[in-house]
């Protein structure tokens, strides 16, 4: 019996006290049988309590492991401005290679020795973006998409591992593959500046397959539809410029301009 039906057990009690009842109405003309049921259910609601205490031990442990390795990922690296800021309180990693190095097998230890809990399909993303950040693009897509598998839908993590399949897609040189991640990522959003990220992401590909008029809106739709996504719309304006640089604007610019 999984945990889960255990705990259902727990929270509709109907059916125990129905069984309980069986028990006593059969057994009410032999002491005996009384005692050795009553024995019965008592074993039954101490494996229960136990069961329980042990899960939550158990929950608990891998969060404080998940937690734990995550600290390898706020440590710097050498000569960042990062590690000029932390000072002396957090030691730097020599090279972004053992920084990412070290956090992989951090987090693989963890799925290993807590395996089927919570924090190791957490994990799977931090590990998926580890391998991504160490080239080990193969690695990385899988992971993103075990933790999605398992991912709420309301999972902070959820958009950010649809958004990681999509930079894998990307340095593969997938590009069509890659803007189908960031398309999907606007759409399962529900918040602007996510949909801003899309959108921009999907300006980027477009510039890659060379619609670069088509690129050209897209940013142009950034800067004007998100206008609260400050940093987005700098990046998507930075875009506008190099794009114009090549005599290529959105087309409403481009008439303007043709206008003058």
Same mark, same amino acid.
């Given at each position: 019996?999984?945990?889960?039906?255990?705990?259902?057990?727990?929270?509709?009690?109907?059916?125990?006290? %129905?069984?309980?009842?069986?028990?006593? *109405?059969?057994?009410? *003309? $032999? %002491?005996?049988?009384?005692?050795?049921?009553?024995? &019965?259910?008592?074993?039954?609601?101490?494996?229960?309590?136990?069961?329980? $205490?042990?899960? %939550? /031990?158990?929950?608990?442990?891998?969060?404080?492991?998940?937690?734990?390795?995550?600290? !390898?990922?706020?440590?710097?690296?050498?000569?960042?401005?990062?590690?000029?800021?932390?000072?002396?309180?957090?030691?730097?990693?020599?090279?972004?290679?053992?920084?990412?190095?070290?956090?992989?097998?951090?987090?693989?230890?963890?799925?290993?020795?807590?395996?089927?809990?919570?924090?190791?399909?957490?994990? *799977?993303?931090?590990?998926?973006?580890?391998?991504?950040?160490?080239?080990?693009?193969?690695?990385?897509?899988?992971?993103?998409?075990?933790?999605?598998?398992?991912?709420? /839908?309301?999972?902070?993590?959820?958009?950010?591992?649809?958004?990681?399949?999509?930079?894998?897609?990307?340095?593969?040189? $997938?590009?069509? &593959?890659?803007?189908?991640?960031?398309?999907?990522? &606007?759409?399962?959003?529900?918040?602007?500046?996510?949909?801003?990220?899309?959108?921009?992401?999907?300006?980027?590909?477009?510039?890659?397959?060379?619609? %670069?008029?088509?690129?050209?809106?897209?940013?142009?739709?950034?800067?004007?539809?998100?206008?609260?996504?400050?940093?987005?719309? !700098? !990046?998507?304006?930075?875009?506008?410029?190099?794009?114009?640089?090549?005599?290529?604007?959105?087309? /409403?610019?481009?008439?303007?301009? /043709?206008?003058?």
């Amino acid at each position: 019996m999984s945990y889960k039906q255990k705990r259902k057990e727990i929270r509709e009690p109907d059916q125990f006290m %129905k069984a309980s009842a069986e028990y006593w *109405a059969l057994a009410s *003309a $032999n %002491k005996k049988l009384i005692v050795s049921v009553a024995a &019965g259910l008592l074993a039954l609601a101490l494996v229960i309590i136990v069961f329980s $205490n042990v899960s %939550k /031990a158990k929950t608990q442990a891998s969060g404080e492991a998940l937690l734990d390795a995550l600290t !390898l990922a706020e440590r710097p690296i050498q000569g960042t401005p990062q590690a000029l800021l932390s000072g002396a309180d957090l030691p730097a990693f020599a090279t972004a290679q053992d920084k990412y190095t070290a956090l992989a097998d951090g987090l693989t230890k963890l799925r290993v020795e807590h395996e089927g809990t919570r924090a190791a399909s957490v994990a *799977a993303y931090y590990l998926a973006d580890a391998q991504m950040k160490l080239g080990k693009h193969d690695e990385a897509d899988a992971l993103y998409e075990e933790f999605l598998r398992g991912a709420r /839908a309301d999972s902070p993590l959820r958009l950010m591992a649809i958004e990681g399949r999509g930079y894998v897609a990307e340095k593969r040189g $997938n590009t069509d &593959g890659a803007l189908a991640f960031f398309e999907q990522l &606007g759409r399962d959003s529900q918040d602007d500046t996510w949909k801003a990220k899309a959108a921009y992401h999907r300006g980027r590909m477009l510039v890659l397959k060379g619609q %670069k008029a088509e690129a050209a809106e897209a940013f142009d739709r950034v800067a004007k539809d998100f206008t609260k996504a400050t940093a987005i719309v !700098l !990046l998507a304006q930075d875009r506008l410029a190099l794009l114009a640089a090549e005599g290529v604007r959105p087309p /409403a610019a481009a008439a303007a301009q /043709a206008a003058l």
